[in-house]
């Protein structure tokens, strides 16, 4: 049975891009998606989980959590930099750690190596 992988990031259309005008909404989504069928090609099941940056964040993290069981759960850089948002990403971690103490917790350092960090806890 293949492991199953919840990915929880930033919509990119909800994240300050102003520090990196390079990336933009679009170019973030597509290495996401990327990203995404890369661990299904791996042989992950794969649930993406984005969120706004708004009260409804916990809810929506709460809910995939609940849905189904996870294997590992990989959270996305976005959630732990800038500063600011510190606080949701200790919800995001804290929801992660009570609904599914089970799960490998792992880290991304960029859209583009979701896959390896996954890699590092769990085989396909």
């Known amino acids: 049975m293949a492991k199953r992988v ?3 990031g930033i919509e990119p259309g909800s994240a300050d891009d102003s520090a990196f005008p390079q990336f933009t909404p679009e170019l973030v989504r597509s290495y996401i998606e990327a990203q995404l069928s890369r661990l299904c090609d791996a ?14 964040a916990e809810a ?3 809910a995939a ?9 990989v959270i996305g850089a976005g959630l732990r930099e800038p500063k600011q948002r510190l606080l949701l ?7 992660v750690h009570r609904l599914a103490p089970d799960a490998a917790i792992c880290f991304n350092t960029t859209p583009a190596d979701t896959v390896e ?4 806890w769990i085989e396909p």
Do not use: H, P
Not at 46 to 55: E, Q, R
């Open 6 to 8: 919840l990915a929880i």
């Open 43 to 56: 042989g992950y099941e794969v649930t993406s989980c984005l969120i706004d940056l708004d009260l409804t």
């Open 60 to 62: 929506a993290v709460a």
């Open 65 to 73: 959590l609940r849905e189904e069981r996870f294997d590992c759960v």
């Open 89 to 95: 990403f200790e919800k995001v971690l804290n929801l």
């Open 117 to 120: 960090a996954v890699q590092r």
